[in-house]
């Protein structure tokens, strides 16, 4: 199905989203630094914690729904042209983990809007503090293979 991603986020595309970003971030209700030392709870929220509470599973689901959307409609509105559900939630996911602005500027972007093979890009974004990390390679895999499977459609 395709999806022109700049005239909005569907609900089917943040839910496939959100479930495939909790997939790989977890649910941690109890705050903790993350690899790159960035204060994070909840399914790897970064904005506004508090490190003196414990989350409920009710503040972490509205607080992902939150950061997800927001992440989703900034990095959304960078594409510029006609992508599948499956490439919207790769990218999302990315911009979620790596920040929208990044990816905004990134050569992925570039080709994609460019309509140029672009999938192989995810791979690029599995460093923190310039080292790479068997996680984020295996996440970048993973979204690599949805944005393939994508542009298949």
Not at 19 to 31: C, D, T
Not at 93 to 117: P, Q, V
Not at 121 to 134: M, Q, S, T
Request: with cysteine.
């Amino acid at each position: 199905m395709n999806i022109k991603a700049k005239a909005g986020l569907t609900a089917a595309t943040l839910a496939a989203a959100t479930a495939f970003i909790v997939s790989w971030e977890g649910n941690k209700m109890k705050p903790y630094k993350d690899m790159a030392g960035i204060d994070t709870a909840c399914a790897g929220v970064t904005k506004g914690i508090d490190f003196s509470k414990i989350y409920t599973a009710k503040e972490c689901a509205e607080m992902n729904a939150t950061q997800i959307q927001i992440h989703a409609q900034e990095v959304l509105a960078c594409v510029k042209r006609d992508v599948t559900q499956d490439e919207q939630v790769a990218l999302v996911s990315l911009a979620y983990n790596a920040g929208s602005s990044a990816i905004c500027k990134s050569t992925l972007m570039r080709k994609l809007n460019a309509n140029e093979s672009y999938c192989d890009e995810y791979l690029r974004w599995n460093l923190v503090n310039g080292k790479p990390v068997r996680g984020l390679t295996n996440r970048r895999t993973a979204e690599r293979a949805l944005c393939i499977r994508g542009t298949q459609q």
